[in-house]
């Protein structure tokens, strides 16, 4: 992805009790959207951390009962921001790689199973915005950009 603000936030600090924080920080930084597309690109790196059950049983709530594998993407509504925030810490948790893609366009995000999280923007106002969450989150973080 391209963009001219890539803020980078490193995820191997980033403590457990948070992850409900980090999920809803991530969703956030995708609003506003009417729609937003959670993409799985990535998953059983690390199978021990996964909870297959759980993420079915949660995703059989919206009735789709396809496998992660031929079914990746989740459509999430504008008012289901917080399945979203949701979905987002249970990929977290699980150590998968995903995409939040919004139909807005203000931000995107690239998660990775290396331990790193990238939220892609032009937006200079979201950018800072961004910033200041991570700031008052205690979170570290650090911003390219890009030529």
Same mark, same amino acid.
Request: hydrophobic share 45%; proline share 3%.
């Given at each position: ?56 049983? @949660? ?8 496998? !992660?594998?031929? /079914? ?5 509504? &504008? %008012?289901? $921001? ?41 937006? @200079? ?8 969450? !991570?700031?008052? /989150? ?5 911003? &390219? %950009?890009? $030529?």
């Amino acid at each position: 992805m391209s963009a001219k603000h890539i803020v980078t936030v490193g995820l191997s600090d980033l403590k457990w009790p948070g992850l409900t924080w980090f999920g809803k920080f991530v969703a956030s930084a995708v609003e506003p959207f009417g729609n937003c597309l959670l993409w799985v690109t990535e998953f059983g790196v690390w199978p021990s951390r996964e909870n297959w059950q759980l993420f079915y049983r @949660l995703r059989e709530s919206y009735a789709e009962r396809r496998q !992660l594998q031929d /079914a990746p993407g989740h459509l999430f509504l &504008e %008012h289901e $921001a917080v399945d979203l925030a949701t979905f987002i810490g249970l990929a977290l948790l699980f150590g998968w790689d995903f995409y939040v893609l919004p139909d807005t366009g203000y931000a995107n995000v690239f998660v990775s199973h290396d331990g790193f999280l990238h939220i892609y923007t032009d937006d @200079l106002n979201a950018a800072g915005s961004i910033k200041k969450s !991570l700031d008052e /989150a205690k979170v570290e973080w650090t911003v &390219e %950009h890009a $030529a």
